[in-house]
């Protein structure tokens, strides 16, 4: 007979906080552990310190010891498990059992009195409004049948990069197409000048009063594209997003997990072409937040800075000039003094930023990896890649966390290694150490 997971109090559950041998897991929705009341708990987030792991991730069965590994939830720890629903928190505790972890405790009070006590500790992720999630969407949609959200025009915007068929496949109904070279120059993949944002942006109906809710599709990187990640739109919208908030649009959403999280929720995809409904007025000067973008000369300044750093965030093989990660950028290596900040595997991928169903990664684990690089919300980060989209979404990730100094280089790699006067760096860095 298989072992029983064991019950524990409130109380008990206190004095297991900050111990090092003991995990607090939260096997709610993600958007539930990033503050979002989905059970109309008091209090939006996680118990703090607890670690996500969303009961649906079961269902990737054959990859379950690699993730629980890859989060240090290891088998001789001591685990908690707590949720919204006791046969839900009884299915994850048997099954860990199951699979070798002799430890384990199950908490069911979370709603009735954790959150309810203000003086117990809890925490969620600063700007999760800003991560929106397939009901919440769903719901906006309902109750805005004409485009109006807290007396705010909404637009749902579907992104790709120049592939029209990418929308035509399917789009969450309602949404707009969004070709990010609306946003961003072609010739230079930079952002494009304040007057064209202002044009291409009112032509699609957004003004900085606008509700903008962005998402893209997943689908398997073609490195003949022209453009790393073309075929992935969704690192596209959060693209789009970060200029957004440069432009000045004061309420921009990204759906998490793009429209696969959509599809995963069962909500059906349309086919119907949705056509914007232009504005004539975008209400601020453009750009209403100039700090969130620097370009070369800024990115100089950052590097000399005591408080200032340029943060890479491109592979490893990038890193050290193995590759360049483009088939149109011939020079390869990297910017003397950035820190890396590792996206993945290759310059089409994120891997190390999102979850195995392309949901942003944990927060805590984010900034306790960029942490070990050095990356910390005391300094002014300008994050870069290759020309802008990797570094967007890291960007992104700081922005969502409350980060207060973060900015995009937005000529990144592409943009210095033009300048035969910028310096280069290849091969892997050496290491500091003290004296």
Not at 102 to 107: A, K, L, R, S, T
Not at 254 to 266: D, F, Q, Y
């Amino acid at each position: 007979m298989s072992k029983l997971p064991f019950e524990i109090t409130t109380h008990q559950l206190q004095n297991l906080l900050n111990k090092a041998n003991e995990i607090i897991l939260d096997i709610r929705p993600v958007e539930a552990y990033n503050g979002w009341s989905l059970q109309q708990e008091s209090r939006g987030g996680h118990i703090k310190g607890a670690k996500s792991f969303p009961f649906a991730w079961t269902h990737f069965i054959f990859e379950m010891h690699e993730l629980l590994e890859s989060k240090n939830i290891l088998p001789h720890r001591s685990i908690t498990i707590y949720g919204y629903e006791e046969s839900v928190i009884n299915k994850m505790a048997r099954l860990m059992i199951k699979n070798g972890y002799e430890h384990v405790n199950v908490y069911y009070h979370f709603i009735d009195e954790w959150s309810t006590n203000d003086e117990l500790p809890m925490e969620h992720l600063y700007n999760f409004k800003k991560l929106v999630f397939p009901q919440w969407l769903y719901s906006l949609m309902m109750v805005t049948r004409e485009h109006s959200y807290t007396g705010k025009k909404v637009v749902i915007c579907h992104a790709h990069y120049q592939n029209p068929k990418d929308y035509a496949e399917g789009h969450i109904p309602g949404a707009i197409p969004l070709d990010t070279n609306l946003l961003e120059s072609p010739e230079t993949w930079n952002r494009r000048t304040p007057e064209e944002l202002k044009t291409n942006l009112l032509e699609l109906g957004i003004t900085s009063n606008t509700t903008v809710v962005l998402y893209g599709r997943f689908s398997h990187p073609n490195k003949d594209d022209p453009f790393p990640g073309s075929s992935a739109g969704h690192l596209g919208a959060i693209r789009c997003a970060f200029i957004m908030l440069y432009a000045g649009v004061k309420d921009v959403r990204v759906l998490n997990g793009g429209i696969s999280s959509w599809r995963n929720a069962g909500f059906e995809v349309s086919h119907k072409p949705c056509h914007p409904i232009a504005a004539t007025d975008f209400g601020t000067t453009i750009p209403a937040c100039p700090q969130l973008a620097v370009d070369v000369p800024q990115a100089k300044k950052l590097l000399a800075a005591k408080d200032g750093e340029l943060v890479s965030i491109r592979s490893w093989s990038e890193f050290i000039g193995d590759v360049s990660g483009y088939n149109y950028i011939t020079k390869k290596g990297r910017i003397p003094g950035a820190i890396f900040g590792n996206c993945g595997s290759d310059a089409y991928h994120m891997e190390n930023y999102r979850n195995l169903d392309h949901t942003t990664r944990e927060y805590h684990e984010i900034a306790e990896i960029w942490r070990q690089a050095g990356i910390t919300p005391n300094k002014h980060l300008a994050f870069y890649c290759g020309t802008g989209w990797r570094g967007s979404e890291a960007f992104f990730n700081a922005w969502l966390m409350g980060w207060p100094k973060i900015s995009v280089f937005d000529g990144g790699w592409y943009e210095w290694s033009i300048d035969p006067n910028n310096p280069v760096e290849t091969g892997e860095p050496m290491k500091i150490t003290e004296s």
